[in-house]
């Protein structure tokens, strides 16, 4: 393996990779149509499922713009969620890669827009650092270019699009190619970025750095072993280096979180391994594109589809360049993390396999690091740079046997053109986010905090969104690791408590202190969502109002005033 040559001057690089910018841009508007209809003045976000977690990310952008005109970078606590106490937002994923470019758009573009722009540059970022990955490690850019596609416009990453922070995933390659230039190249000014890089990805998301981790702890090692390295003071001071950095930076992410008592138990209780698991067919088994779709009936977990092209030159890359130890490193990775990604029950066309759960072993034997993933799917941000790198390899020994009888471009050209058909999953569907009438009559309202009901993690998402409207405080919300504080204040008041858990009004257990000590915390509104609570409890939740006379009501929701809820008759004896 070779790599570019170093020392080039500004205009050589955009000379020679900025048609691949160009390139790779069109490639994004291309397959993401009709995004680019959706950058101005739209209401509509990009989103292949209606997830409330997208609400949550709207959520994000406004919070930490609300944080910067404070004077706050990265706010650790929101008074403005589980009124009146608050929540500690330590454990809770912040993407500054995504929400900084987002806060600084809004105003030009509105927050739907600059939502979708900011995920055409999180998958051009995605493709660039990948493609300078695999420029340098295979000296062809065409190969590169190649792997630039495969790593940015997989299945995976454009679903994720409902959740950017687990589609944020070019740190990854930077930071393989800077250690491998720290090592190769007796890099110091490598091993200072590459440490900044992994702290970089811990205000991304630490699934990310999870994945950094496993993949640095084989690949240093081998890279220290390269031409014997291990020798090299240089190159002991040059990984120290890395590692200390890497590790201040990272700490800086997760002692608060520590502090907060998000410990190895926490993890434990949210972690999934039984759902969101991946078929061993999930792989090869186009469910989601658009050309197969009609041709396949099962879904075995859909949106794991890596493309014929990619598992073939997989295969391929593996047999023909067995003797290099980069491939066999990478090869080894990505069927570590493909392994863990089948979950706790290894299935195949949907029927269970007797097999070992590598997910299960991963989480018992190294707790500290894998108990960060909630689900087992997860372990495909581990696997598509491994991969990629693999099938990368593969597409060069094909263009080496193919040339000089067929051009190598040519090839190249027809991998990338099949994969994309292959692989593509129709049209960006847009997601019409609106916003409901009562918002319009709480910003014409007396101030107060809100009471949402039902009450919930689900509803709460969409609860704060609709709060980035009303810039009310409420008394639930949501982060993305809970720890039992957050909700004290609700258990702790007999009303609330029952709201939550769902149960019937019980007048023995409350009494006028109950409300009053609500009003005293600000609230003043309560809000039922008839269009989020369940069938089934419709009825229950109409007989807690059932005295009561609506401030508003439409056929979505209707608005209490707290000092007129009177389900026990106290304000009638008091009279």
Known sequence: MQHSERGKSVKQVIKRDGPVWLLYLALILLVTAPLLAHFVNSHSVATYERNTDTLVKLWDRWFIAQSLAAGQLYPQQADMLFAPDGANLAAHNLNIAQILPHVFLTPLLGTAGAFNVTVVMILFLNMICAYLLIDYVFGDQRVAIFGGVVFGLNQWTLFKVIQPEMMSLFTIPLVILLVIRMLREDEIRSAVLAGLLVGLSAYITLYVVVMLFVILAILVPALLLEEKRWRSARAWLSTTLFAALAGVAVSSRVL???????????????????????????????????????????????????????????????????????????????????????????????????????????????????????????????????????????????????????????????CIGFYLVDTWMGPMPMWHVEQPAYIAVLNEAEPGAVIDLPMGRPPSKIYMYYQTRHERPIVEGIVAREVPELYAYIRGNPLLRTWRQGNPIDCEALSPEVFEQLQDDNFTWIVVHYDLIPDGMVPLVESYFATSTPYYADDQVSIYRLSDYDPCGYNAAER
Do not use: C, N
């Not at 469910?287 to 997989?314: E, Q």
């Open 256 to 414: 608060p979180m520590i502090s907060i008592g998000i410990t190895g138990d926490v993890l434990a209780k949210s972690v999934r391994p039984g759902s969101s698991q991946v078929d061993m067919l999930g792989i090869v088994w186009p469910f989601l594109s658009f050309f197969w779709r009609p041709l396949v009936t099962d879904s075995f977990v859909g949106f794991h589809y890596m493309g014929l092209v990619v598992v073939s030159l997989f295969v391929f890359g593996v047999i023909s360049q067995r003797k290099q130890w980069l491939v066999t490193v990478m090869a080894a990775l990505s069927i570590v993390f493909l392994a863990i990604s089948f979950g706790s029950s290894v299935s195949l066309g949907g029927q269970s396999v007797p097999l070992p759960s590598a997910f299960s072993l991963s989480q018992t034997l190294v707790p500290f690091i894998f108990g960060a993933l909630v689900r087992p799917w997860d372990a495909f941000i581990g696997l598509l740079l491994p991969m990629t790198l693999v099938a990368s390899a593969g597409l060069v020994a094909l263009v080496d046997k193919a040339e000089p009888r067929i051009s190598g471009t040519l090839v190249v050209a027809l």
